[in-house]
């Protein structure tokens, strides 16, 4: 079974470098430029890793991440962050593993997804490893997991995203319609 790996970053160049390098090296991968669109996709796509770019997107993309950890616990969560904002992914109880600082260097970061997907892939294979975060191989630069989860509720955009989404439209449509026939 080939996983998927997606990649949310609100830089085009950026994101699309990530993302074209993953399809070079034959990985089923997918970009977001959208925090929006990147949560539906998730739920819609079931990735087995994710790159989130926090380069100029810091606050929100922090949001994010914490959210992700609660409510998405079988993802993997990768983390591209400028080197002077590493030491705040701690203080909003983020660990820095699984941290690749700026700059981007794609060549390494590929190599190192490459290596736990292959991870990954292995576990899929052995049905005696039950637990895939614990297995998991790590490259060197690979520390270990996120230490505290966000302790929010679950929000809405992971309650059913598009039954929601198209019963709203529908309804619109059909009182904008009503408006307009009446």
């Not at 970053?9 to 074209?20: D, M, Y």
């Not at 909003?92 to 190192?112: M, R, W």
């Not at 992971?158 to 529908?170: G, L, M, P």
Request: aromatic residues 8%.
């Amino acid at each position: 079974m080939q996983h998927k790996v997606m990649t949310f970053s609100p830089c085009a160049i950026r994101g699309n470098i990530i993302h074209k390098s993953f399809i070079f090296h034959g990985m089923d991968s997918s970009w977001h430029s959208k925090i929006y669109a990147t949560e539906a996709a998730i739920i819609r796509q079931k990735p087995s890793l994710l790159i989130v770019d926090t380069v100029d997107n810091f606050t929100k993309s922090v949001l994010f991440i914490k959210t992700l950890i609660q409510n998405q616990p079988n993802i993997r969560i990768v983390k591209l962050v400028e080197s002077s904002k590493m030491t705040d992914l701690e203080r909003h109880g983020i660990s820095q593993n699984d941290c690749y600082p700026e700059p981007l260097e794609p060549e390494i970061l590929i190599d190192d997804i490459i290596h736990m997907m292959n991870s990954i892939n292995k576990i899929d294979l052995d049905p005696a490893i039950t637990n895939n975060h614990e297995k998991l191989e790590q490259p060197e630069s690979q520390v270990g997991k996120v230490d505290k989860p966000f302790a929010q509720p679950l929000p809405p955009f992971f309650h059913d995203v598009e039954e929601n989404w198209v019963q709203r439209i529908t309804n619109r449509l059909k009182d904008f319609l009503d408006d307009i026939w009446n």
